[in-house]
């Protein structure tokens, strides 16, 4: 109700089958994401991209670059072997895709999970920036 809400209220629509190039992309680099394969996901971002957290205090840059993310993505994959994301429904635009994503992982006491606000930014059908709005 709150997508549908947003979309009439915004012009943005919530994704169909009919038109789902930007979110396709989504959907793959967060599939890339889960598998742990760093080449998929950089094969669906821009030369530039830049990995964006909205704190509290504004926002704060946590890579930017190519080569950042795959560094990024190398720590953080040998840090917690257990992560992965799942994606709500998403909202498209003309060049963003706003979507909730879940994060899920393991713990000694069991499984945990956290979700949070993603809005990507696409160029040309690629990521160029990920907003990430705190968890929740």
């Known amino acids: 109700m709150v997508a549908v809400t947003l979309a009439l209220l915004f012009g943005v629509r919530v994704t169909t089958a009919d038109h789902a ?15 742990r394969d760093i080449d998929a996901m950089d094969a669906l971002v821009t030369d530039d991209v ?9 926002l704060r840059t946590e890579t930017e670059g190519r ?8 720590s953080y994959f040998s840090s917690c072997s ?3 994301s799942t994606l709500g ?4 635009s003309a060049q963003r895709v706003a979507v909730v994503e879940t994060a899920h992982w393991q713990t000694d006491d069991g499984p945990k999970s ?4 993603a809005v990507y930014e696409l160029d040309d059908g690629r990521i160029r920036r990920v907003h990430y709005f705190p968890a929740e």
Do not use: H
Not at 67 to 74: D, E, G, R
Not at 89 to 92: M, R
């Open 50 to 58: 830049a990995w964006l957290s909205i704190t509290p205090d504004g």
């Open 114 to 117: 956290q979700q949070s606000m």
């Open 67 to 74: 080569a950042a993310l795959q560094s990024a993505m190398v």
């Open 89 to 92: 429904p998403l909202l498209e």
């Open 21 to 35: 190039a930007l979110s396709d992309t989504v959907r793959a680099f967060v599939e890339a994401f889960n598998a």
């Open 82 to 84: 257990s992560c992965r």
